[in-house]
């Protein structure tokens, strides 16, 4: 049942060849046998699961079942869910049990998915390997020598080994799209706005969204179906309406426009990665597309400008954790400032406090115009050359990640070499575009994702044009040894 | 821009995190590593152009001004570290 994709599995369901208890057992089944070996997952929840599983059933026997019934799925443990512990991957949260549902977790829920448990992550989101997460590494599927990537690495990883039909992930600075290319699945990062940020850990908050990580596009566009849409609770939520996705996945796409930015086919990219995106952009040409060289000059703006937005947020939101209402205390705190301080110590890695003191540091006094006012200038600049670029091409296509999945412990000594791995996928995020990607090559065994980015609110298109290669190839099927 | 160990534990002070001292010579590296990268945004002529707080340039949406959550004051302090009568505790403040 694991090598069906969700639309499968709704149709198996539909029509009974299997019940949801049947197949989330299954899926726990797998947990339980090959999980250990990848720690993808932080908390299994078989017992909901399966409770949910059987209020599946019954909806399906009755006729009621909506387009994710009875399918079992993975949420990355940033988002708050009502009576499961929700960790983001931080000893700050390890005993935290949110009083609520994140919207997300709520209209996934209303959609009749079933739950199987909550997946590991980087600390807060602040990684790009899945190595600063308290509950150790998530392993590669594909090698598991090597990273998942960052930060949803648990869920790309529990979703190419089979181990839930689809997960949810966040991305700030691209960890749906890098992770998703390094374990060969389809990530998609929404527009700013699409999807809720209610009931999500705040990291960034003028760039965190949510997004469905799966194995194809047509399972993404179900997902993100159910997922975006205007929610009251959230303050930066667009009332814009929601497309029907899957009915737009087959589009034509005789006449697109698609822009390559000389920018991001230069120096640093594996020569291997780029000659696989050329191959694919060939596949899109022959389907009727056309090419269009574009420019994004300020491109090489992204990661500097990314690491005082991203930080200043950081530590603006994770101020909260102050080991008073909720998360980490201390032992025996002398005084006020001694519980903030130990608490606060104890309860993040070094990777988070080194967001946390950069943070603070660009916004301390007589520092601000220097750092985060030039950065938001920088912004402006970077989202200025998409808006430029879109007014040429439909959609913007180059790698998602300079380099394949590299080996466990070989970034985690050297920060700003980490930092690079996203040089393809922060400037969507500072700009809030929408941008997927999916497997198209593998490189020594090892997948390599092809990133397109959209203009705003375009995520149909994108799930169209990535469908439409997936109609005609195959990488998205493969699957990593021993997960079969 | 260099950081050295001082200003480290002045960051750390105002970011509320006790920074061990055998930390801040490392702590001290990352960061005037990681403000190197950041450093490299000097090279761009910004002058006129306006900030970018949002990237769809939103306003801040308004409602009206009536309750709209019930008070779960209790669930809310059942995930504390220390309650009394429902109230936050923590070590005293004033002698």
């Not at chain 1, 990580?213 to 609770?233: E, V």
């Not at chain 1, 929601?242 to 930015?261: E, H, Q």
Request: charged share 20%.
């Amino acid at each position: 049942m694991h090598d069906q994709t969700m639309t499968e599995l709704a149709a198996g369901l539909r029509v009974g060849t299997f019940s949801s208890r049947e197949l989330t057992r299954h899926y726990l089944e797998r947990i339980a046998r090959l999980n250990p070996a990848l720690n993808a997952f932080i908390t299994v929840a078989a017992e909901t699961a399966l409770a949910a599983a059987a209020l599946a059933d019954q909806a399906i026997a009755a006729g009621t079942a909506g387009a994710l019934t009875g399918i079992p799925i993975a949420h990355k443990d940033i988002f708050c869910t009502a009576g499961l512990r929700t960790s983001c991957g931080s000893r700050m949260l390890d005993t935290f049990i949110a009083p609520y549902d994140a919207t997300v977790v709520e209209r996934l829920a209303a959609a009749g998915a079933v739950v199987l448990g909550k997946t590991n992550m980087d600390e807060f989101a602040m990684g790009s390997s899945n190595e600063t997460s308290w509950y150790g590494p998530v392993k590669n599927p594909w090698d598991e020598t090597r990273v998942p990537g960052g930060s949803s690495g648990g869920s790309a990883a529990a979703v190419a080994a089979r181990l839930c039909a689809a997960a949810t992930g966040t991305d700030t600075g691209g960890s749906i799209r890098q992770p998703a290319a390094l374990c060969g699945i389809t990530g998609i990062k929404p527009t700013y706005g699409r999807c809720s940020r209610w009931g999500m850990i705040a990291f960034a908050s003028s760039l965190d969204q949510a997004g469905p990580m799966a194995r194809t596009a047509a399972d993404a566009a179900l997902l993100l179906q159910a997922m975006a849409g205007f929610d009251p609770r959230d303050s930066t939520s667009m009332d814009t309406p929601v497309p029907d996705y899957v009915a737009g996945l087959n589009a034509d796409l005789t006449g697109l426009r698609i822009g390559l930015p000389k920018e991001y086919f230069g120096t640093g990219l594996d020569e291997r990665i780029e000659a696989s995106i050329q191959a694919a952009i060939r596949e899109y040409e022959r389907q009727g597309a056309t090419v269009v060289e574009i420019g994004l000059p300020n491109s090489p703006l992204s990661v500097p400008v990314y690491y005082v937005v991203a930080p200043a947020e950081c530590s603006s939101n994770l101020a909260r954790f102050d080991g008073v209402r909720y998360g980490h205390r201390c032992a025996d705190p002398k005084d006020l400032e001694d519980l903030y301080k130990r608490s606060r110590a104890e309860g993040f890695g070094a990777e988070v406090q080194r967001r946390i003191m950069i943070g603070t540091y660009v916004l301390s006094a007589g520092y601000y115009d220097a750092y985060y006012l030039k950065a938001q200038k920088g912004r402006h600049l970077i989202a200025d050359d998409f808006r430029r670029a879109f007014e040429q091409v439909d959609v913007i296509m180059g790698p998602t990640s300079p380099t394949t999945a590299f080996p466990i412990g070989a970034k985690m000594d050297d920060p700003v070499a980490m930092y690079l791995n996203d040089i393809y996928t922060i400037a969507a995020n500072l700009a809030g575009l929408p941008g997927i990607s999916i497997p198209v090559a593998a490189v020594d065994g090892l997948p390599v994702g092809l990133q397109i980015v959209g203009n705003y609110f375009d995520e149909g298109r994108l799930l169209n044009v990535a469908h439409r290669l997936q109609r005609e190839t195959d990488w998205h099927l493969g699957v990593p040894v021993g997960f079969e | 821009m260099a950081l050295d160990r001082s200003d480290v534990e002045k960051i750390a002070h105002l970011a509320r995190l006790a920074v061990s001292p055998a930390d801040c010579d490392r702590y001290a590296l990352d960061l005037t590593n990681i403000l190197d990268l950041v450093a490299q945004m000097d090279a761009v002529d910004t002058t006129g152009v306006e900030p970018m707080a949002h990237p769809l340039h939103m306003t801040q949406r308004l409602r009206p001004d009536h309750a709209t959550e019930p008070n779960q004051r209790d669930r809310f302090q059942a995930i504390a570290p220390q309650t009394e009568a429902g109230l936050y505790l923590v070590p005293k403040v004033i002698e």
